[in-house]
């Protein structure tokens, strides 16, 4: 997850920035290099998430008799954010155009897909662990299709080919993605080591309590990141034509109604 959000922010960004201006050139250039990277990352991710499937008992407290299905929950969740990231460059082509209604739509499936697969297996087969971890791939690949048609239909210049990828443009977006990636490992540590700390200190059970009442503020969170994103195309917008007394202006705006909606 913190991968994929250093993605999303330097993909978005420049890509923003390049349609708004009209390169085409460098947009296809841009969407290529980052569709390849981020291939290469989620296959990284998978490879990375193998020990997960016998060894994850030697990173947080997993009662007995549950260490295989844990294992499975977790990798296959590390699978669904190897498919998430490699979402990356068509879910920036639906941000670039301002279209949060097409993205909201792929949210949506995913989570209809999630809780659909959920409850076929439970109802098909004895309830397993690993069958919330299968859901959340399930999810992942619902939201990348719709999001891959969404960005076809947005932008038809931009296509996928492999002699697209240009390594300077990759450097490009690791200067920007890396201070992204940095940041969101603080905000891991701020908002979600009390859980790994719960779960290795108190147990199970009672970290499984804890997290529970963590939902309310996880909501409030995602919220306040759901609407400030909204404002962040037209912000970019603005910057790439040079109207940078009106991006300020709006920006200004954008703060103050945040902070009051919350």
Known sequence: ??????????????????????????????????????????????????????????????????????????????????????????????????????????????????VVVVV??????????????????????????????????????????LDGFSWPVVKELGGTGGWVFISQIGTLLLINIDLLVANKVVGAAAGGQYALVLQWSMLLRNFALVVSGVFGPTILTLHAQGKLDEMIDYARASVRHLGLVM
């Open 1 to 114: 997850n913190v991968i994929t959000a250093g993605l999303n922010a330097a993909v978005g960004r420049h890509l923003t920035v390049a349609m708004s201006s009209g390169d085409d050139v460098r947009a296809n250039g841009i969407f290529n290099s980052s569709l390849w990277a981020s291939a290469l990352v989620g296959l990284l991710m998978c490879v990375l998430g193998l020990p997960l499937l016998t060894h994850i008992a030697h990173w947080i407290d997993v009662p007995a008799g549950w260490e295989g299905d844990a294992g499975w929950l977790f990798f296959l969740t590390v699978g669904g954010l190897a498919v998430t990231t490699l979402g990356t460059p068509f879910q920036s082509v639906v941000y670039s155009r301002n279209r949060f209604d097409l993205q909201n739509l792929g949210n949506i499936l995913g989570l209809v897909a999630r």
């Open 120 to 161: 076929v297996l439970f109802q098909l087969t004895v309830p397993k662990l690993w069958h919330v971890g299968a859901s959340v791939l399930c999810a992942a690949l619902a939201t990348i299709a719709v999001v891959m048609v969404a960005s076809r239909r947005l932008a038809p210049a931009l296509r996928p080919r």
